[in-house]
């Protein structure tokens, strides 16, 4: 039977393959597995509906960007006010 690998080891070949340009020969190579190997952990990872997607990532990382750009034109505009109270004040 063949070496047992990690589910991190496993994981880490999946996102090389898909995401690296490499051809899966190459990155199978590459991570010392067999092509079938690299293949079947792909169909398996693919197949894994509790798995995040790219896409909810980006979701995810898009809302948090809204929230911080909103805090960020909050901020501005209390600084402005402040700006035009405290330059209306003689010392």
């Keep these: 039977m063949g070496t047992k690998h990690t589910a991190e080891f496993r994981q880490e070949a999946v996102r ?8 899966r020969k190459q ?3 590459d ?3 067999g092509f079938s190997t690299l293949s079947k952990w792909i169909q398996q990872d693919q ?5 995040p997607t790219a896409h909810s990532d980006l979701e995810r ?6 929230k911080e750009n ?14 035009i109270f ?3 004040q003689k010392p």
């Design 16 to 23: 090389v393959a898909l995401t690296s340009g490499l051809t």
């Design 27 to 29: 990155v199978a190579s």
């Design 31 to 33: 991570f010392g597995i």
């Design 47 to 51: 197949k894994n509906p509790e798995k």
């Design 61 to 66: 990382e898009n809302a948090d960007l809204r």
């Design 70 to 83: 909103r805090l960020l034109r909050e901020e501005r505009e209390v600084l402005k006010k402040a700006t």
């Design 86 to 88: 405290f330059a209306g």
